[in-house]
């Protein structure tokens, strides 16, 4: 359905005020539910747990399965638009749910996020235009494919084609029986063999792409994984040189325009050394949707990923976002409840609520928690944002902040 200006506050299609919809009930969902209810637009989550983060905060929360027929024609009923905040709704929801609402992405531009083979050949034509290749790689789907495979993209990193995140779904192998019994570990599932690089950073993206072709950039991000997670986010001038960082930004936009995208998506690149003894670009994967790297934007630019997603849901003017603090966001898993020198304060085995108290009296600390009821390793549990004045003064905090939630350094 063609997407009209949805203005917050005047009449919905249910005779109530606008209303906005997001399929998913997870802390994106919930970030993106607070920012449409601070602009004014009644909101409605889709998802199947009672105690989604975002269905605890929206005005409705629709407890069914993503594809259940009764629950979708819930959602069409309340909503004037509908969104997702995560690239694993089933594709063919969004399509049905489009024949009705505006949706935002479309289904077909989350069926390409959702598999690493319909991902990387969307790169491969984009890249004449965006100047940023994927990786060398193979797909594998059958013996013959496995068999196939050249020499020269080994060592590898063996990743299945769907439902593959935060380092899940993949195998690193440096020989062909290494790869083939990975293969077979897998099950033998649809999997894409891709060449490992000379690894220097890993930086990301996120535009905002509204339905009238308009697009925002938001800074480049310097991203620091631990264990295939997010760890660290920063965003200041020199985190990612700036010629690389410019061109990452332009092959995200043209990445967006090629699939006519809308809504607001990250592309995420790896920064590797060139045998010519310089820096290159690699594009890696997108994420339909705001991502756990932006989450910065809440406290260090004057539009946060959120409310572009609005925006561009809404059909509103998407202006460009200006970051008015260097910043540092620190990614919160479950694993800090559980360490010995806390006060308890969660249900559950040795949970331990992280030291906030002495956390947050440091200049520049910005606290989010999820509301999940339960920590446990390796959950994302919240963020924490840090900005200041200087590079040096965020950089100085964050130092403080990791040493007290017992993470490794900065530059670790």
């Known amino acids: 359905m063609t997407l009209n200006t949805l203005l917050p506050g005047s009449p919905s299609v249910n005779g109530q005020q606008t209303t906005l919809g997001v399929m998913g009930g997870g802390q994106l969902g919930r970030m993106f539910v607070q920012a449409a209810q601070a602009m004014g637009y009644f909101t409605v989550v889709l998802d199947p747990d009672p105690a989604s983060p975002a269905g605890l905060v929206s005005h409705h929360h629709i407890r069914t399965a993503y594809d259940d027929e009764q629950g979708l024609a819930q959602l069409m009923q309340r ?57 060398p790689h193979a797909v594998i789907t059958t013996d013959a494919s496995l068999r196939a495979v050249p020499d020269h993209l080994l060592p590898g990193i063996l990743k299945t084609a769907r439902m593959g995140y935060d380092g899940k779904g993949q195998v690193r192998v440096t020989t062909r029986e290494a790869l083939a019994a990975a293969w077979d570990d897998l099950d033998k599932v649809p999997c894409v063999l891709e060449k490992m690089l000379p690894l220097r950073a890993e930086c990301s993206v996120i535009v905002a792409r509204g339905a009238d072709g308009q697009v925002v950039t938001f800074p480049v991000q310097k991203n620091t994984h631990h264990d295939g997670i997010l760890a660290l986010t920063e965003v200041f001038d020199g985190a990612v040189d700036a010629t690389l960082a410019q061109r990452a930004q332009a092959s995200t936009v043209a990445i967006a325009n090629h699939l006519r995208y809308v809504g607001v998506l990250c592309v995420e690149y ?20 705001p991502h756990n790297s932006g989450h910065y934007t809440q406290n260090a630019c004057d539009v946060s990923q959120f409310e572009a997603q609005v925006r561009a849901l809404a059909g509103l003017p998407l202006t460009p976002p200006r970051q008015h603090s260097p910043t540092i966001m620190v990614n919160l898993l479950g694993d800090l409840w559980f360490q010995a020198n806390a006060v308890r304060a ?7 609520s992280p030291p ?15 509301g999940k009821l339960g920590a446990r390793p390796g959950r994302k549990m919240g963020h924490l944002n840090i900005t200041g004045a200087s590079v040096a003064q965020v950089r100085d905090t964050t130092s403080q902040v990791l040493a007290l939630l017992g993470l490794p350094p900065l530059d670790a």
């Open 270 to 289: 790896f920064v590797v050394d060139t045998a010519g003894g310089t820096l290159d670009l690699v594009v890696n994967e997108m994420a339909p949707r």
């Open 346 to 352: 969660l249900p559950g085995p040795q949970a331990e």
């Open 356 to 370: 906030w108290g002495a956390v947050l009296v440091l200049p520049g600390t910005h606290l989010h928690l999820y």
């Open 79 to 135: 909503c004037d638009a509908i969104t997702t905040e995560f690239e694993n709704v089933p594709a063919h929801a969004l399509a049905a749910l489009a024949a009705q609402r505006p949706v935002a992405p479309s289904a077909a531009c989350v069926a390409v996020a959702q598999d690493r083979i319909k991902e990387k050949a969307h790169f491969e034509q984009c890249a004449p235009i965006s100047g940023v290749a994927p990786a």
